[in-house]
């Protein structure tokens, strides 16, 4: 059965970028336009890892991922920050709230999905 991969991002081009890109390694893919939008459709499905960007509106991907390993059916969910920011300090932040990778944009396919696929337990 294909692992589910929730992507969390206001750019409804940037989701649709990153879906394909998973769909086309076999993952199945679920879609989320902020913070709220991701805490509210998480358990909905059986989620395996979730792709969040930083800068977003209503909840920014750090206090979702605060928020989202609160929850005791998350604690240990894999967690690739996706995002513009490259400074220290804020994957620093990432890092405490539960991130396990960080990718920059632009990224490149091939390495956001050897992240993912060095995350998504079998």
């Given amino acids: ?13 940037l989701r649709q970028v990153v879906c394909i890109a998973l769909r086309g390694a076999g993952y199945d893919t679920l879609e989320a336009v902020d913070g709220k ?3 509210n459709k998480i358990s909905s499905k ?7 960007d930083v800068n977003m509106p209503n909840m920014d991907g750090i206090s979702f991922v605060k928020a989202m390993k609160a ?5 240990f969910m894999p967690v690739i920050m ?7 300090n804020k994957k620093a932040e990432g890092q405490v ?23 998504v337990l079998p």
């Fill in 82 to 88: 996706l995002t513009t920011e490259s400074a220290e």
């Fill in 71 to 75: 929850l005791p059916a998350f604690r």
């Fill in 46 to 52: 059986k989620i395996n890892l979730v792709i969040c």
């Fill in 97 to 119: 709230a539960g991130a396990r990778a960080w990718v920059v944009k632009p990224f490149k396919p091939e390495v956001m999905l050897n992240a993912v696929q060095k995350l």
């Fill in 1 to 13: 059965m294909a692992k589910t991969i929730m992507v969390v991002d206001d750019s409804a081009s």
């Fill in 37 to 39: 939008d991701a805490l």
